[in-house]
Nanobody, 127 residues
Framework: QPQLAQTGGGSVQAGGSLTLSCIGSAFPRTRTCMGWFRQAPGKEREWVAVYYTGGGAEYYVDSVKGRFTISQDVAKMTFYLVMNSVNPEDSGMYFC????????????????????WGQGTQVTVSS
């Protein structure tokens, strides 16, 4: 059973940077979708960034393009969300998640399709 443990998060001022880490175990290094999601108070959880180890494809929600980067160390089963130029709208609980062996060899961009989740970490951006 794959497991994910998150580190990082905390408080940062607008314009600053923050890196979240997700350390995994027991999931296939190939053909796994690695994703980051976030949930702001009173809002639904949304996907933020996804990376597919099966081919290196990356996906970003429009609101973070050019500011956030998903990176990974597949050998260590660890992936990261590097957050630059953050703003208060980036505040929320951030979750990492994986979906091994996605159907059609393409990563879903929807929460229900990801099967294993980290415990979540809070990010607070002050103006």
């Amino acid at each position: 059973q794959p497991q994910l443990a998150q580190t990082g998060g905390g408080s940062v001022q607008a314009g600053g940077s923050l890196t979240l880490s997700c350390i995994g175990s027991a999931f296939p290094r190939t053909r796994t979708c690695m994703g980051w999601f976030r949930q702001a108070p009173g809002k639904e959880r949304e996907w933020v960034a996804v990376y597919y180890t099966g081919g290196g494809a990356e996906y970003y929600v429009d609101s973070v393009k050019g500011r956030f980067t998903i990176s990974q160390d597949v050998a260590k089963m660890t992936f990261y969300l590097v957050m630059n130029s953050v703003n208060p709208e980036d505040s929320g609980m951030y979750f990492c998640a994986i979906r091994p062996k996605p159907s059609g060899d393409k990563c879903p961009l929807a929460e229900p399709e990801f099967r294993y989740w980290g415990q979540g970490t809070q990010v607070t951006v002050s103006s």
